[in-house]
């Protein structure tokens, strides 16, 4: 994947910011009984579409992930490239940061979901007669739920999105109801970035770190909220609030692990460090929002679990 700098990557999350085995993983190809009944015309906010879309153009990795849970894959035909999740989408050069809109309209799509409204692409399209649903990023779990069933509803999949967005509200409930009860709370610090770029609990993976009872070292640089939940700490900050975990969300794009985390000037002496409580996780899965935040928390909560209570 192409390097991502935090600071694009935490304004792409503002902005527009897993499952078990079987959500995780490309949905079933074929349709349903109760998808081949789909009844169109189908409504979602100010969209109507008249009849199933076939050619469906996804600029967003987390609609993309969402579309092949669901059993829609086989109607998307062509998605932007950073889609890399599952490895048979039909990868393009379209970008979804920034959208072309005579590029996508060269696919002949019949519906374009995107994450944000950069260069007004909505307006865009819109003229040109083709679709648009916008998925923004998610700041709550809900958020992801309602996403999902609402793709359902588009691509004529309403059961299966409700089969995977129940999976994935059953699957939470059931890791965070193993978590021991703790009187002292674990502190953590998620990293964006080298540059210590982080996300507070406001925003969408704030909150799944809320849900596992832990409090975020970055919420007081950003408590009123001008930086839109993504603040950059320093060096010092991190230091002296000495967090009790350390998540990586750069470990892919910028190669960082414990060892590179322990060599930072002042870093050694961290309870994290210390106690061998550096986590990396994939860039990718922490910056979507889709089935696979199960397999995120997952991760989480099995690093926090090895700590006594």
């Not at 349903?32 to 009849?51: E, F, H, I, N, Q």
């Not at 990586?248 to 309870?271: E, F, H, I, P, Y």
Request: aromatic share 6%.
């Amino acid at each position: 994947m192409n390097r991502r700098t935090p600071r694009l990557f935490a304004a792409t999350l503002a902005v527009a910011a897993l499952a078990l085995g079987a959500c995780a993983e490309k949905a079933d190809d074929k349709p349903s009984a109760g998808t081949a009944a789909a009844a169109y015309p189908v409504t979602v906010g100010a969209l109507t579409l008249d009849k199933r879309p076939e050619k469906i153009v996804s600029l967003s990795p987390t609609a993309t992930e969402m579309l092949f849970a669901i059993g829609a894959g086989p109607q998307v035909t062509a998605v932007d490239d950073q889609s890399n999740y599952p490895a048979d989408a039909p990868k393009t050069d379209l970008s979804g940061f920034q959208p072309n809109a005579e590029a996508i309209a060269g696919k002949s799509p019949d519906l374009v979901v995107l994450a944000n409204d950069t260069n007004k692409i909505v307006d865009q399209l819109t003229k040109l007669k083709i679709p648009v649903y916008l998925t923004p990023a998610a700041t709550t779990l809900d958020d992801s739920y309602r996403q999902i069933t609402e793709l359902g509803t588009l691509t004529g999949h309403a059961d299966q999105a409700d089969d995977v967005a129940t999976r994935m509200k059953d699957d939470i409930t059931k890791l965070v109801k193993d978590l021991p009860q703790r009187t002292t709370k674990l502190t953590y610090f998620h990293e964006l970035g080298p540059e210590l770029y982080s996300a507070t609990s406001k925003t969408f993976i704030g909150s799944l770190y809320s849900q596992v009872g832990l409090t975020n070292i970055a919420d007081p640089a950003d408590a009123d909220g001008k930086n839109g939940g993504y603040p950059q700490l320093s060096q010092e900050f991190v230091v002296k609030a000495n967090p009790d975990f350390v998540f990586l969300a750069d470990s892919k794009c910028c190669q960082q692990n414990a060892d590179s985390v322990k060599a930072r000037s002042g870093w050694a002496g961290l309870t994290a460090v210390k106690n061998n409580q550096v986590i990396a996780l994939d860039d990718d899965i922490a910056s979507r929002w889709g089935p696979r935040v199960v397999d995120l928390l997952r991760v989480i909560i099995d690093a926090v679990a090895k700590v006594p209570a």
